[in-house]
């Protein structure tokens, strides 16, 4: 079922990589397929999940967006739907019998250790920069 979605959700993004034209550039070699930004909403809207800034952020770098514009965008959108995530747990374990409440003690160390990787990549990402 995993591969069903994936293909689901991946095949059309490369059909559209592959089969439009870029229009422009938005900086030298960076070619712009333009996509108005209600649909990117829309994009953003349907990717949702936890895995959903991984689809969203080659869209928005194949619509011609830097990466410095896809990440924040990638990973709000992440952001979001796992506040969704947790607060929709919480909510159950109220009225569950059964073990549906967030694990929090993990939840807070994974929570620290991307906070953590996210400071770290962006403070090294210029050095990483090529000519």
Do not use: N
């Not at 095949?11 to 930004?37: E, F, N, Q, Y």
């Not at 869209?59 to 990973?75: C, D, V």
């Not at 993990?106 to 090294?124: D, F, H, K, N, P």
């Amino acid at each position: 079922m995993f591969e069903l979605v994936v293909a689901a959700a991946l095949l059309p993004l490369g059909l559209w990589l592959t089969l439009t034209r870029p229009t422009g550039t938005s900086k030298p070699g960076r070619p712009v397929r333009a996509i108005p930004d209600p649909v990117l909403v829309l994009l953003a809207v349907a990717v949702g999940g936890i895995g959903g800034g991984s689809i969203l952020a080659p869209i928005l770098i194949g619509a011609g967006r830097s990466p410095a514009q896809a990440a924040p965008a990638a990973l709000a959108s992440t952001f979001v739907t796992s506040v969704a995530g947790v607060v929709t747990f919480t909510i159950w374990s109220i009225h569950q019998h059964g073990p549906v409440a967030p694990a929090w003690p993990t939840g807070i160390v994974l929570e620290v250790g991307g906070l953590a990787g996210a400071y770290s990549g962006a403070r090294i990402q210029p050095a990483c920069r090529t000519p």
